[in-house]
């Protein structure tokens, strides 16, 4: 069975901390979620969310918890790994330093070979379906030539809201898929 990368975002999750905390806790109670990743970009207070997020460790120990992009935050907090955007490949190495499992948004081959490189433990990579906003789908082809030219986890991205995309996912040899709208379109 493959993981399930929960990903949160503010128009399902809220920015408050309370609403935030509520929500991660009935999508954790309610759904298997192997990984989770605190994502927000658009909070000023991502430290205080993250705070909230983190209390409910303790209660889900079989969850890996992940903070976005905010690697200090993720040493301080206790989190499990961090999510780095494409755009912080050189902070892998000192995530890495840090303790934490680190996956890192990808787009290309190139870009997932320089994530395993450096050390990452794993990778999201897509749109593998349509998308709103990003861009024509890399397809399930394209994730399983990719899959038989690398050892680091590879987490399908983009679109994946059904079961059956599940399964094509999985089909195609990924380790795990990731999800904003799986996770609370349930």
């Known amino acids: 069975m493959i993981l399930r990368y929960a990903i949160t975002d503010p128009a399902y999750y809220g ?3 309370s609403t935030l905390k509520s929500t991660v806790e009935h999508t954790l109670s309610n759904l298997k979620v192997d ?9 000023t207070e991502y430290k205080v969310l993250a705070e909230a997020f983190m209390g409910l ?4 120990p079989k969850t890996l918890f992940f903070l976005h992009g905010d ?3 993720a040493v301080e907090l206790g989190a499990d790994g ?10 892998i190495g000192r995530s890495c330093d840090a303790g934490l499992k ?6 290309s081959f190139e870009e997932i070979k320089r994530a395993e490189g ?3 433990y794993g990778v999201t990579y897509g749109p593998i379906f349509e998308t709103p906003g990003k861009g024509p789908p890399k397809g399930l082809e394209k994730l399983k030539e990719i ?16 079961d059956e995309q599940i399964e094509a996912v999985e089909r195609a040899g990924t380790d795990g898929f990731a999800s904003i709208r799986y996770f609370v379109e349930r």
């Open 35 to 43: 990984l989770i990743c605190l994502r927000d970009k658009k909070t």
């Open 147 to 162: 899959r038989g030219k690398i050892s680091l986890n590879i987490f399908a991205l983009g679109g994946i809201v059904s």
């Open 71 to 73: 690697i200090d935050a």
């Open 118 to 120: 450096e050390g990452a």
């Open 82 to 91: 961090i999510h780095l955007p494409s755009g912080m490949f050189e902070q």
């Open 57 to 60: 460790k303790p209660i889900f």
């Open 15 to 17: 920015s408050d901390p």
């Open 102 to 107: 680190v996956i890192v948004s990808t787009h």
